[in-house]
């Protein structure tokens, strides 16, 4: 389903830095309404003048999206501001490093509070209003290690093969009702999430020429939504790696092991 995203409602977990600072801003500039949140307030504050700058509608509630109180306070604020919503973006998200054997059920279970049951519930409980939406959405800002596993991020990567499924199976059941769903894999991004990796133990992720901007993901997910576009991988090298995958699962099991 083809939207523009002039006068849309959309909501933006962790918003307050990366690659959801770059939706937010991008979106006031296409003419968006916006309800954002992430833990920092002094960081929404901010974020906040810069899209009030570009004329944009824009609200935000404190809080973490683990925390059923704040799903419903943005329920609410949704409902009272907007009077409803019509594109959900799952942008929040935490990381660890380090091998599974090393591990503790804690990182675990933090790890998919945050990146699989928090986006799956605030879904859930949004699932009314959008369906009373316009153009409605849903797009889940996943990794391509939901699509190809590494090593020393094994509960990271289970966490976003969740999502994936999830995302999944949710379009087709929600097809019917006109509500897209939208997968978004980013490969490395030159982001703030270093910084809410929970654990590290280990080889940290790589960076390099090939590691994309926030803005270029947020860009690259603002047309899928645009377009209605049901999954996409920006990014050459993330490409190259699920199609090896794919087409060679041997060689690429090999290639993960060696390179990590």
Not at 179 to 188: A, M
Request: charged share 25%.
């Amino acid at each position: 389903m083809r939207r523009k995203l002039a006068g849309l409602r959309i909501l933006i977990t962790g918003a307050s830095s990366g690659i959801g600072r770059a939706l937010a801003i991008l979106a006031a500039e296409a003419g968006a309404k916006l309800l954002l949140t992430a833990r920092r307030e002094d960081r929404l504050d901010e974020l906040l003048e810069v899209v009030h700058a570009k004329g944009a509608d824009a609200k935000y509630v404190v809080g973490d999206v683990t925390d059923p109180a704040l799903r419903q306070k943005l329920l609410e604020k949704a409902q009272h501001e907007y009077q409803g919503l019509d594109v959900l973006v799952n942008n929040a998200g935490v990381g660890a490093y380090g091998s599974f054997a090393e591990a503790s059920p804690e990182r675990l279970r933090q790890l998919m509070e945050v990146n699989f049951f928090a986006p799956v519930e605030l879904t859930r409980l949004f699932l009314p209003m959008l369906e009373k939406g316009r153009t409605p959405a849903i797009c889940n800002i996943s990794s391509i290690l939901a699509h190809r596993a590494v090593p020393g991020k094994s509960e990271y990567c289970a966490s976003k093969f969740a999502l994936h499924g999830f995302s999944d199976a949710l379009r087709a059941e929600l097809s019917s009702k006109g509500i897209d769903v939208i997968l978004v894999s980013p490969s490395t991004t030159s982001s703030e999430f270093s910084s809410s990796v929970i654990e590290k133990k280990g080889k940290a992720p790589a960076t390099g020429k090939f590691t994309r901007t926030p803005h270029d993901i947020a860009a690259a997910a603002l047309r899928a939504i645009r377009t209605g576009k049901h999954e996409i991988i920006p990014s050459k090298t993330g490409y190259a790696m699920v199609l090896l995958d794919r087409l060679w699962p041997s060689l690429a099991d090999w290639a993960v092991a060696k390179l990590g």
